[in-house]
């Protein structure tokens, strides 16, 4: 969506270029992933209307969602995105599935709470669904290890291939 929005809306490089004098406090633990992302997010304020560019993003990309995911897809899936939730909610509702993501103000990129990443996934889920029992896993990230580690099945997702995880 970052790169759809430059391409789009030039004028937010500006703000993106505003992320680079954060990353080496990043990659120094002094600077956390939720302070970059929301630098990141930042751009959001350049584009006049996030809601159509959000719509006309999904329009064109929904149709990306994996073949396989579809056909075995259930009704008590959940997505847990550390993308923010403006971003991931609306191919979430064409699925009819719940969503825990990031929460980030889709207007100023300010974000309510920690990134929804590594074991902030696990402990939103537990917050949201006390009981929730996972049978399968799906992720492309091994960042996601610690919500694949409570799964019956947990697989890597790589384009259209699924490996044990």
């Not at 937010?12 to 600077?31: E, Q, S």
């Not at 970059?36 to 329009?59: N, Q, S, T």
């Not at 929460?103 to 902030?120: F, I, L, P, S, W």
Request: hydrophobic share 40%; charged share 25%; glycine share 6%.
């Amino acid at each position: 969506f970052v790169r759809w929005c430059l391409r789009r809306h030039p004028g937010v490089i500006r703000a993106l270029l505003g992320t680079l004098v954060l990353l080496p406090g990043y990659w120094l633990g002094k600077v956390s992933k939720t302070a970059i992302k929301e630098r990141m997010y930042g751009f959001l304020r350049r584009v006049p209307d996030v809601d159509a560019e959000l719509e006309a993003f999904w329009a064109q990309n929904f149709a990306r969602v994996n073949p396989w995911y579809l056909a075995q897809q259930r009704p008590d899936d959940i997505i847990i995105s550390a993308s923010p939730e403006f971003l991931v909610r609306i191919p979430a509702q064409k699925l009819g599935v719940r969503l825990l993501a990031s929460r980030v103000d889709k207007h100023t990129g300010k974000t309510d709470g920690e990134n929804c990443h590594g074991a902030e996934k696990v402990r939103r889920l537990h917050e949201a669904y006390p009981d929730v029992e996972i049978a399968e896993f799906y992720s492309d990230s091994r960042s996601d290890s610690p919500l694949a580690e409570l799964a019956e099945h947990a697989y890597l997702v790589h384009g259209q291939t699924r490996t044990p995880w």
